[in-house]
Structures are given as C-alpha cells and as structure tokens.
C-alpha cells in the first residue's frame, strides 16, 4: 500500500442495467484508479457499456485499469459483492449500484489519503428516494470505502458490510450516494427479495434479519396476517440470539451480582452522544453505530455494544426526546428505563453476552 498516493477502486455488480449503468460511470470519470464490473447475467447491452466506458476512461486516464467478468448467479448477493471486489488490486474499495450516480466522486481519492491509520471504513450519505414535491423520503448513511481486506459482505439479500475497525463518515456536501432510478421494477424487484428471503429462512429459520425484511415485504405487498405472524416469530425467537439483548446485574427480584438476561423493544432505546451519557436513572451501554436508516418518520439505528451485542433501536423522527443523530462508526451511550428491560432468566455458566 502507497500511504501518500493510495490507489482507489470501485467494485459493481449488474444484471441487465444499460439503462441506468451510463449515468453512474459518467458520474465518476477520473475518479478510481481501476473499476471492475461482476455481470451476473445481461441480457442487455451492459457489458458493452461497461467497456466503451472503460476503454475511453484508460484513454483519457493514463494508469487506470479495469475488468469486467462474468458471475454465475446463484440468489447470492454477497457472494456476488465479495467476488465484485476480490477482483481489485487497489489499497481502497468502494462499491455503488448501477442506478446510482456519485457527486463528488473526484475528492474520495484525498479523502482516502487522509484518512488516519486507524480508520478501516467510510461512510457515506445516500439520498435513495424522493417525495413528489423533492423533499427527502428515503435516505441513510452506508459504509461505502473501505481499505483492502478490512470489509466483508454477508447475507444472501439486504446484503451487510461488516468491517474490522474504525468507521469515519464522509461530508455530505462533499461526495455522497444518490439513488437514480425511480419505483418503476419496485414490485418486481420486492417479488425477488421476497423469494431470496424465504429461501434464506428455510436454511436459518431463527435469523432474526430475514424475519424482519420479509415481514417488511409481505406488508407492502399488502399480506397483512403473514407480515404479522413473520413479526410474532421475531418477538417470540430464542433469548440465546445475542443481538436482541443485554446483560445487567442486580435486577429486581434477583440475587445482587446475579447476570440475567433481559429484552428491551428497539423504540424503547434511546441513542445519546459519547460527550452526553444519560441519567444515571437510565440503563446504560456504550456501542459504535454501524448502520443508519432513514425512513421519512422514522430511523433505525444498528449499534454493536462494546462487548460485541447488535442492538437495533428505532426512532420516531417526530419525537421530541429522541436522543442524537448519530452515523456509523460514531461511539455513544444506549440507554431505556429500567421498566422497559423484560427478564428473560439467568445467564446459564458459560453463557451471556
């Protein structure tokens, strides 16, 4: 790796996407040293894009370099996204969809360049969707960079970067994500996630993950009884699940010093700043944001505790003590009311979390 001048690459997966895959590439001319394109299938003329827009950007770029392969789809869009960016030779990996287009895409490279030896990842703002009137519906902070070696993506659908290390978020009026294409395929596209995430069920039943999209799904497509039931089967999974609990001492009713294991419902949480930890009436634990969701009246907010737990808390942006807005990599305090902890039963010897 070259500290001073690291070199910088984006990975894409597309299918069918020449429609939309030119405005992303026009989007990032002169910005990425290589860009390597995984096709899972065209049967359009994407791949020919790809190349006329490659071969005009070594042209006008004297040192960029780029690959374009073909991938087996097997409904397995991590795998696809791990083998898009394995093709890489650079110091930093980036990756976007093909309707998206990048503004600001030119100053990643300084950014990367700057950044301290401990950062691992970047996040980046994205405006996904639009209200009629122009106003934000949809938008969230995703990680977007990160250096060679340090991120990997898991899960078949609704994919997750995980990475190793710190992540530091990128200014918005400086480069971020915009979402491109508009509602037009939605229903398709809410058919496949909706197969994948059954499919994904049928290999882990108890992934609370799969349960909560595919809930999601079946309510949009107006399946109301099956959403509920997926939503049930959430609530009522194992306690054994780590993300969906914490570990206090001394609760009510138990012997002081006791672990136990309790549940507390994501909207019950709260998020504060690392600066402004809450009343020490409150229960309390310090975790790392790793995922932001802007959903118009509402933010979901992924945190791993310091202890290694993913908690979800939910947020209604109408409230008027909702905590701090937080991005990922940012530290703060967790916190809920002591009535709103359920206990579950004693950590069993060898157990918690």
């Known amino acids: 790796m070259n500290d001073a001048h690291p070199k910088l690459g984006l990975a894409l997966i597309a299918r069918d996407e020449a429609d939309v895959l030119p405005g992303l590439l026009a989007s990032i001319e002169g910005a990425f040293?290589?860009?390597?394109?995984?096709?899972?299938?065209?049967?359009?003329?994407?791949?020919?894009?790809?190349?006329?827009?490659?071969?005009?950007?070594?042209?006008?770029?004297?040192?960029?370099?780029?690959?374009?392969?073909?991938?087996?789809?097997?409904?397995?869009?991590?795998?696809?996204?791990?083998?898009?960016?394995?093709?890489?030779?650079t110091d930093w990996v980036a990756w976007a969809?093909?309707?998206?287009e990048l503004t600001g895409a030119a100053s990643l490279r300084e950014?990367?360049?700057?950044?301290?030896?401990?950062?691992?990842a970047l996040a980046a703002y994205y405006d996904y969707a639009r209200s009629p009137g122009g106003g934000p519906l949809v938008d969230q902070w995703r990680i977007r960079v990160v250096r060679a070696g340090r991120g990997r993506w898991r899960y078949p659908v609704h994919e997750q970067q995980l990475v190793e290390g710190r992540v530091e978020p990128i200014e918005p009026s400086v480069t971020c994500w915009v979402h491109t294409r508009s509602h037009h395929g939605g229903r398709e596209r809410g058919r496949r996630?909706?197969?994948?995430?059954?499919?994904?069920?049928?290999?882990?039943p108890d992934s609370l993950r799969a349960l909560d999209y595919l809930g999601r799904e079946e309510a949009l497509a107006g399946h109301h009884d099956d959403a509920a039931s997926l939503f049930r089967r959430y609530l009522e999974l194992d306690p054994a699940w780590?993300?969906?609990?914490?570990?206090?001492?001394?609760?009510?009713?138990?012997n002081s010093g006791q672990e136990v294991e309790i549940v507390v419902r994501p909207e019950k949480m709260a998020l504060h700043s690392e600066e402004a930890p809450p009343p020490r009436?409150?229960?309390?634990?310090?975790?790392?944001?790793?995922?932001?969701?802007y959903l118009g009246t509402s933010t979901t907010y992924g945190v791993r505790t310091d202890d290694g737990a993913?908690?979800?808390?939910?947020?209604?942006?109408?409230?008027?003590?909702?905590?701090?807005?937080?991005?990922?990599?940012?530290?703060?305090?967790?916190?809920?009311?002591?009535?709103?902890s359920y206990v579950l039963g004693s950590v069993q010897e060898g157990g918690g979390s």
Not at 50 to 68: I, N, T
Not at 111 to 120: G, L
Not at 194 to 200: I, K, P
Not at 281 to 293: D, I, K, P, Q, Y
């Open 97 to 100: 969809d093909a309707d998206d």
């Open 281 to 293: 009436s409150h229960c309390a634990l310090r975790g790392t944001v790793t995922e932001v969701v």
């Open 33 to 89: 040293d290589q860009v390597a394109l995984l096709d899972t299938g065209s049967r359009d003329a994407t791949t020919d894009a790809f190349r006329r827009w490659a071969s005009g950007e070594a042209l006008r770029h004297p040192g960029f370099s780029w690959r374009l392969e073909q991938f087996a789809w097997n409904d397995d869009f991590a795998l696809a996204r791990n083998t898009a960016q394995e093709l890489l030779s």
């Open 193 to 204: 996630n909706a197969r994948l995430l059954r499919q994904w069920l049928r290999d882990e």
């Open 242 to 254: 780590t993300g969906e609990r914490v570990l206090v001492h001394g609760t009510d009713g138990l």
């Open 111 to 120: 950014i990367t360049r700057r950044a301290a030896p401990d950062v691992a």
């Open 310 to 340: 993913q908690v979800v808390v939910y947020r209604q942006n109408a409230a008027t003590e909702g905590g701090d807005d937080f991005a990922p990599g940012q530290v703060g305090w967790l916190s809920w009311l002591p009535e709103h």
